[in-house]
């Protein structure tokens, strides 16, 4: 699919900052890693409208405005290691990979990372190392992060991700009972213990354990 043009692009970065996404460097480069690329099939031509679509293995791609605000929450600095589970299109950890230092994706389903894979080549996003994996555990052999963002939501935020965070570190993790009622929360680790932050009500798919079924 090729780019979109200008009035297209200007319209989504318009529902960007209607949704409150209004730091510049986020929508900056929100601007630059076009969209469309990360989906396939019937949806690809729905790539710039604010809504999650389908994609491979039972995931959605979050709709742009909850990635940006994810982003922005995450506070990333060009200095920055990041530790990203739920790989899903690869979409969002294209987005973090422009903003810090080096970003590492884990997914559960080896067809979704295989997928990115391939768009992170074809993007020259070098900095991106994509793992096959149970998220919910982290990587601990890279640790310790300077941020950790969570794509898909847990009950309370992950133990071993929490420990994984370096003092000073921030993790942006969805949590929530059920698929009805989830809340977009920021921690954050302080010399003292873990400081929370309810940022906005969202939906996503579980964090499961284990890996997925090849499809």
Do not use: W
């Not at 739920?86 to 970003?103: D, E, F, N, P």
């Not at 295989?114 to 900095?127: G, M, P, T, Y």
């Amino acid at each position: 699919m090729s780019s979109p043009d200008p009035e297209t692009k200007m319209q989504f970065l318009f529902a960007l900052r209607s949704k409150g996404v209004t730091e510049a460097r986020v929508l900056n480069v929100m601007e630059e890693v076009d969209r469309g690329p990360f989906i396939r099939g019937l949806f690809a031509q729905r790539a710039y409208e604010d809504m999650p679509l389908p994609i491979a293995c039972g995931q959605t791609i979050s709709q742009p405005s909850v990635v940006g605000l994810m982003t922005q929450a995450l506070q990333v600095s060009s200095r920055d290691t990041v530790l990203e589970v739920g790989t899903g299109s690869g979409y969002q950890a294209a987005i973090l990979s422009k903003l810090a230092r080096r970003v590492y994706t884990v997914d559960r389903h080896a067809r979704l990372v295989r997928e990115a894979r391939q768009i992170f080549e074809k993007l020259h996003l070098a900095n991106i190392t994509s793992l096959v994996g149970d998220g919910s555990f982290g990587l601990p052999d890279q640790a310790p992060f300077d941020r950790i963002l969570v794509t898909a939501a847990a009950e309370d935020p992950p133990g071993p991700l929490l420990a994984q965070l370096k003092v000073g570190g921030i993790m942006v993790v969805p949590v929530g009972q059920s698929d009805a009622v989830q809340t977009l929360i920021r921690v954050q680790k302080t010399p003292d213990g873990l400081e929370y932050d309810e940022l906005r009500p969202v939906r996503f798919v579980p964090l499961l354990e284990g890996l997925g079924k090849e499809t």
